[in-house]
């Protein structure tokens, strides 16, 4: 007996030692409760300038229950789908982790896309990340993590920039509509008009799309475990931005490549702010390029090209000048 209690000490030793955290890779990880739920989040800095006060650069993450930090045997993947080096001598940036989803995780252990799943058979992710999943939830938290980095002696109060792409761009939208300590907002590959607008551009047929929308609107708090978004988000999600957008008087970047399906509302829009006068709106659009910001090929499939990097410096160019 005490033979087989030693090998199995050895044996959860080896298994501990394998596993990996953020601080593996140089980043922080905090965790902050709200509600009931644990929330785990990444701060990303320049070495050696941790403690050093700057402002933060919230990024909030596209659709899909992934971990913030993936990483194999070979190493490290881009934990943003940019270089955030150029960034990190102005800012600390902040990444909050999915509902139900560890903060990291080894990529053979996910499902394609990098999906984390409690069923793999049925391609179903964990049901607190299904029962959060929907934009007012990740709204709230994300200004109530905020908040709480406000007590940080790292924390440049002065400035503080959110940016979202994709599902992100609504959630950082809400987030600056609501939070007067938000300075500046980057909006990319979203559609102002909503995720629905989106759904049907891409459909082929478009009466289907509309029955579907009309069935989503009359079960929109319904939770439905089956995989793929519920009534639920897809409703929150295809609330109109432009609502939220609008109004405000801080300066917003909008980023969208001009065949991403959203790229015509996303125009659309720029006529309404043109209207509106407003003057704190910057568009860029980025001519052949996908949402993603890859170029499609002819056939219209994306090559392995990704131009996040010149995104990005954009990104930045622009937080820069206001």
Known sequence: MKKIIIVMLLISKNYASSQKKPEDFGYRQLSFKFQDDKVDLIVISKKGEEKIPKPLFFFCQGSLPRPVVIYDEKGLFGVLPFDESPLLSCYHI???DKPGVPIIANANDLA?????????????????????NYLDYYVFRN?????????????????????????????????ASLNPKITKLIYSGGNPFGRIATLLEQSGNANEMLEYWKEVVQNEN??????????????????????????LKIPVLITY?????????NDLFQIEVI???????????????????????AKGNSN????WDVVARDWLTWLNNQ
């Open 94 to 96: 902040i990444i909050v």
């Open 112 to 132: 394609p896309d990098f999906r984390y799943l409690k069923d793999f058979k049925k391609e179903l992710p964990p049901k607190a990340y299904t029962d959060r």
């Open 143 to 175: 200004n109530f993590i905020l908040k709480q980095l406000y007590r940080e002696r790292w924390v440049d109060k002065t400035e503080l920039a959110v940016a979202g792409h994709s599902e992100g761009s609504s959630v950082a939208a809400k987030m």
């Open 222 to 247: 319904i939770i439905n475990y089956e995989g793929g978004d519920t009534y639920k988000a897809t409703y929150s999600f295809s609330m109109p931005q432009r609502e939220h957008l609008i109004p």
């Open 257 to 265: 490549g001009t065949e991403d399906p959203a790229a015509g509302y």
């Open 275 to 297: 209207r509106e006068r407003k003057k704190n709106f910057k568009f860029i659009r980025y001519e052949g390029l996908e949402h993603n910001f890859f170029s499609p090929d």
């Open 304 to 307: 392995q090209d990704t131009n």
